[in-house]
């Protein structure tokens, strides 16, 4: 198997409900639809998480740094590539890009998953069945930096907003969806970055899980011009459950 057919490709057309009030893809939209191309290349390798249930392991997202370079439009088409890009014990990274119908590279992101045992919710080391695809990935030279997620500390809460996971919140593991923490954490914004504002970093950290009925503080302070970091905090046990940091424009 060569490094080329170790990734997958697949185009989009951004549609009416993926769009913001600027006719432009909303970050949540894009993640997802590089989340739909990462499901669909481990499907393809039969290392989903159904394939993985038999081994009680199955991966959880733990970081992501997204750059992006331009918002795609309402209608545009794009072309979203990813590829896994390596093994440390209990973590895998993949790099995702997104093209324009110019080749143009529209947005980037790596990424970090830590494999999880399912019966007891601790860090599993990957078995040697996933590994054999090491040998397989392309050049590191090719890689994009690990995502690193160093954050400064919360000295202030300048805004800060309340949301309960409901229902349909919750992914196909009935957990909170990943991209609905990236959702409430921009969510307590000032309403000027919201609605004019362009983000062009994400840097997330997710460091627990949120399950149905949770409680959470969606909370953000201003660093520096056009620098937030924004954590959300479990209600219940004051535990932050994510941490991230985004840089606008």
């Known amino acids: 198997m060569s490094s080329k057919s170790l990734g997958y490709e697949e185009a989009f057309i951004i549609r009416t409900y993926e ?18 191309a ?4 481990v499907m393809k390798l039969k290392l989903s998480v159904w394939d993985m249930q038999p081994h009680h392991i199955s991966w959880v997202l733990l970081r992501k740094d997204l750059r992006i370079n331009r918002l795609p439009s309402l209608g545009e088409k794009i072309l979203v590539k990813t590829i896994p890009t390596g093994f440390e014990k ?17 947005a980037y992101s790596s990424s970090s998953w830590l494999l999880m045992n399912t019966l007891t919710r601790k860090m599993a080391r990957i078995p040697e069945f996933i590994l ?33 996971v409901n229902w349909h919140h919750l992914d196909f593991n009935q957990h909170l969806n990943n991209t609905q923490y990236i959702a409430w954490m921009l969510d307590a914004m000032p309403k000027e ?13 997710y ?16 660093i520096g011009d056009k620098t937030f970091i924004h954590r959300l905090i479990n209600q219940e046990n004051q535990q932050e459950v994510a941490f991230a940091k985004t840089l606008w424009e």
Request: glycine share 2%; charged share 25%.
């Open 90 to 106: 209990y973590f895998s990274f993949r790099d995702f890009r997104i093209f324009d119908q110019q080749q143009q590279l529209l």
């Open 19 to 36: 769009i913001d009030n600027q006719k432009k893809a909303t970050i949540q939209a894009l993640i997802r639809l590089m989340q739909e």
């Open 38 to 41: 990462a499901m669909q290349n």
């Open 193 to 205: 970055y919201l609605q004019n504002g362009t983000l062009k970093r994400l840097e997330i950290q």
């Open 132 to 164: 054999q695809f090491g040998s397989k990935m392309p050049p590191s030279d090719t890689y994009l930096p690990r995502p690193e997620c160093r954050f400064p500390s919360f000295e202030q809460v300048d805004i800060e907003e309340n949301f309960r």
């Open 207 to 222: 460091r627990h899980e949120c399950k149905y009925q949770d409680m959470l503080w969606a909370q953000t302070q201003q």
